[in-house]
């Protein structure tokens, strides 16, 4: 899966989406980048989940997420409701440039290309 959705509701709907459509037990969950609309559905994804994220991209949710949820959650009574008690993992697995993922017959490949909407956009 590529981005959550806005907070645990969201990111729930998401994961009933992905596990139907899975060929395997297995999930990969990366973002294309940090902004709350696209991670703060992650704790809705089960725990066997497997995070990949481009390093770059978790130096700027280390620090600029928690300001992004803040004014995500000013916006309106629905965010701030859906935003609630926000909690992230630690990724799985961390890369600097490219990854390929093995999906059993495809590969998946991540990679960047320089910074866009934000520095770690993938």
Same mark, same amino acid.
């Given at each position: 899966m590529i981005d959550t959705?806005?907070?645990?509701?969201?990111?729930?709907?998401?994961?009933?989406?992905?596990?139907?459509?899975?060929?395997?037990?297995?999930?990969?969950?990366?973002?294309?980048?940090?902004h709350s609309e696209h991670?703060?559905? &992650?704790?809705?994804?089960?725990?066997?989940? +497997?995070?990949? @994220? #481009?390093?770059?991209q978790q130096e700027e949710m280390n620090k600029r997420v928690a300001a992004h949820l803040d004014a995500f959650r000013n916006m309106s009574a629905q965010n701030k409701d859906l935003l609630q008690d926000v909690k992230f993992r630690t990724p799985?697995?961390?890369?600097?440039? &490219?990854?390929?993922?093995?999906?059993?017959? +495809?590969?998946? @490949? #991540?990679?960047?290309?320089?910074g866009a909407h934000t520095k770690g956009t993938c």
């Open positions: 959705g806005l907070g645990e509701r969201n990111g729930a709907t998401v994961v009933r989406v992905a596990q139907k459509l899975a060929k395997g037990p297995n999930l990969y969950l990366t973002n294309t980048h940090y991670t703060s559905g &992650e704790q809705a994804f089960p725990a066997n989940t +497997v995070i990949l @994220r #481009l390093a770059l799985d697995i961390l890369f600097d440039r &490219e990854m390929k993922l093995d999906l059993g017959g +495809v590969t998946a @490949r #991540l990679f960047w290309l320089g």
